[in-house]
């Protein structure tokens, strides 16, 4: 069946740089668009970051914007999400997520077009 596992969250202090990494199998991994979104307590569900099948069509959300890179690699069926210059404000549960649909272009922003989520990572951003 269809596993996505997340690692790499942790707790971190302001302006540190942390990588995520999300190993996928049980499917075509390298045919599916990939996305990272968060979820803080009390919160709804955001999306970060999106790439497409092939890893050359990436979208960010503005808070993620020139500060996190999304990357995969269809060999090894990872994506990954590095997080540099951290704020108090990305602290936040932080889940893997497959689409729903073969190769969709361009990148889907809502969660309702993922149908595969992680279990998620914590990460924790200290004053």
């Known amino acids: 069946q269809v596993q996505l596992v997340e690692s790499g969250g942790g707790l971190v202090q302001t302006g540190a740089s942390v990588r995520l990494t999300c190993k996928a199998s049980?499917?075509?991994?390298?045919?599916?668009?990939m996305g990272w979104f968060r979820q803080a307590p009390g919160k709804e569900r955001e999306f970060i970051a999106g790439?497409?099948?092939?890893?050359?069509?990436?979208i960010y959300s503005e808070s993620a914007k020139d500060r996190f890179t999304i990357s995969r690699s269809n060999a090894g069926a990872t994506v990954n999400l590095q997080m540099n210059s951290l704020k108090p404000e990305d602290s936040s549960v932080y889940y893997c997520?497959?689409?729903?649909?073969?190769?969709?272009?361009?990148?889907?922003?809502?969660?309702?077009?993922?149908?595969?989520w992680g279990q998620g990572t914590r990460v924790t951003v200290s004053p």
């Open positions: 997520a497959a689409d729903r649909h073969v190769r969709r272009t361009p990148v889907s922003t809502s969660d309702r077009d993922y149908n595969s």
């Open positions: 790439i497409n099948w092939s890893g050359d069509s990436t």
């Open positions: 049980g499917f075509h991994f390298g045919m599916y668009a």
